[in-house]
């Protein structure tokens, strides 16, 4: 809601998307940006299946960023398969936007 506040079109898919229904909603929608919440504690196994997926289907200028209970010791990977940023419970909302609005690719 805060990025949809902040003047930004939001997509929301709903809980429980699989990988493969993730990516169809970006290539389908043309989005920007992808922004990933997780709970459960399987980032380590869906995140790098979504940047998988995005890469086989040349998604490569879409900015990914994470949020949830994410611990710190999986950061580095996550970063290192292309997720841009990962932020934690209670990050404050005005750092999200303004990551956003500084990274997002600007398509012409």
């Known amino acids: 809601r805060a990025l949809r506040d902040a003047g930004m079109e939001v997509i929301y898919t709903g809980l429980r998307q ?8 970006v290539l389908q929608e043309d989005v920007d940006v992808l922004g990933l919440s997780i709970l459960s504690g399987a980032h ?3 995140f790098p299946r ?3 997926l995005m890469k086989k289907k040349g998604l490569n200028d879409v900015l990914v960023f994470a949020g949830g209970i994410i611990p710190e010791e999986d950061v580095p990977q996550l970063k290192k398969i292309g997720i841009k940023e990962i932020f934690g ?9 303004d990551f956003v ?3 997002a690719p600007r398509k012409a």
């Not at 699989?18 to 909603?25: D, G, R, S």
């Not at 419970?89 to 936007?97: D, E, K, N, S």
């Open 18 to 25: 699989t990988p493969e229904q993730i990516v169809e909603t």
């Open 44 to 46: 380590m196994a869906l």
């Open 50 to 52: 979504i940047m998988e």
């Open 89 to 97: 419970p209670g990050a404050p909302l005005q750092t999200i936007i």
């Open 101 to 103: 609005r500084n990274n």
